[in-house]
């Protein structure tokens, strides 16, 4: 999925476009930067659950027995929150990324939980649960240093997941939704603010069936990128037309019907409706039967294979128009517009947008045509 991207130097909110419509990815943009947000705060309440066992690394019990001036209906103590704003003000300015492998992370964790519990008869699922129980029984030196050094590698990967998996995310969203008030860096100023509005460690202590709502957002997602994949290797043959990607305008290539591809629309709740009987039984478990539970389990391979399939053979019903009207006799072939240097651009044609945005800087013939060489050049 991420194919196009590198290709044509597009970003998410940008290619849905080629996918959806100009306006029909509004609404894909949109829940993935609103899920984005709310991860955001969460993932930083989860950072100043790592800061505390930190600082108790370091000051002992005079972290552990300071006093908690919070009501107990606050679902956050006075360390948590006092955490979670040096955590928030660490990621405000910088994002330091440090990527770990999420098989070996989950095999560690699992082998960690698993050999913790047949020593203290507990299962500590939360690393900083994990990390305090050790502490509680080897009040040493050498496992305060030892506890202080894995807290604080957890806490650089927070700060990594918050600005590559949201923080960014989410920036480079809200500039595809508002692109004349807002740019990436202000989005993750956005970000930022949205994810202490949300009040994480109420969101976690109140309201878990919310989080199982962010945990399904597998059967969300899962059914566009099989769309995105099916759309650029199969209709298109990984050919996009970069300045037609912000004309939105009828006729254009990527207005469809209405800015909307009503194909794309139907195979994503082709494939979503898949993973909805799953979805409700997280919430009422009386309400579905167990093949519904089942195929939850497989939430995103079948929503993924579901969309997929129901958009090629869409695609080969109703054939959506590969290159831009005045362009149709030059041969489609597997990346043309991304090879020689194009990216995303006719030989000739990037010079016609020099000093502006397709959208703003040319002059366009009917139906959104820029004077190119001729067609006997390709």
């Known amino acids: 999925m991420a194919r196009p991207g590198v290709r044509y130097h597009i970003g998410y909110p940008v290619l849905c476009r080629s996918v959806m419509g100009f306006y029909g990815s509004m609404f894909f943009v949109f829940i993935r930067a609103i899920v984005g947000a709310i991860w955001y705060g969460i993932q930083s309440y989860y950072g100043a659950n790592l800061m505390s066992t ?3 690394c370091i000051f002992g019990h005079r972290w552990d027995n300071w006093e908690n001036h919070l009501p107990a209906s606050a679902d956050v103590t006075s360390k948590q929150l006092l955490c979670f704003f040096l955590v928030w ?11 770990f492998s999420k098989v070996l992370i989950l095999a560690l964790g699992l082998l960690a939980t698993s ?3 047949g ?7 939360n690393m900083w649960d994990l990390n305090d129980a050790i502490l509680d029984h080897n009040w040493t030196p050498a496992a305060r240093c030892g506890i202080f050094l894995v807290s604080f590698s957890y806490l650089l990967s927070v700060f990594g ?8 995310p989410f920036g480079a969203d809200m500039t595809g939704l508002f692109p004349k008030y807002l740019t990436i860096r202000r989005g993750q100023v956005l970000c930022a603010f949205l994810g202490f509005a949300i009040v994480p460690w109420k969101l976690i202590a109140t309201a878990q069936t919310f989080i199982t709502f962010l945990g399904s957002y597998n059967i969300f997602m899962a059914p566009l990128c099989a769309i995105i994949i099916v759309d650029y290797c199969f209709a298109r043959k990984g050919n996009i037309h970069v300045p037609s990607l912000y004309r939105a305008s009828r006729g254009s290539l990527y207005w469809f019907t209405g800015g909307v591809n009503f194909s794309g629309i139907f195979a994503w709740c082709a494939g979503t409706i898949m993973g909805m009987p799953g979805l409700v039984a997280a919430y009422n478990p009386k309400l579905v039967p167990q093949a519904g539970k089942d195929m939850y389990k497989l939430g995103w391979i079948l929503t993924f294979t579901t969309a ?13 128009r590969v290159l831009p009207t005045g362009f149709e006799d030059i041969p489609v072939k ?26 703003e800087s040319v002059v366009e013939e009917p139906y959104g045509r820029v004077a190119e060489k001729p067609k006997s050049a390709y």
């Open 54 to 56: 930190c600082l108790k």
């Open 89 to 99: 003000i660490m990621e405000l300015p910088f994002g330091v990324s440090v990527f």
């Open 115 to 117: 050999s913790m519990e």
């Open 119 to 125: 020593v203290y008869g507990v299962a500590y699922w």
């Open 161 to 168: 997941v918050n600005l590559g998996a949201n923080s960014i």
């Open 308 to 320: 997929g399939v129901v958009y090629f053979i869409l695609v080969q019903i109703r054939k959506p």
């Open 334 to 359: 597997w990346e043309y517009l991304a090879t020689g240097g194009r990216d995303g651009f006719f030989d000739g044609e990037r010079d016609a947008y020099a000093g502006g945005s397709p959208s």
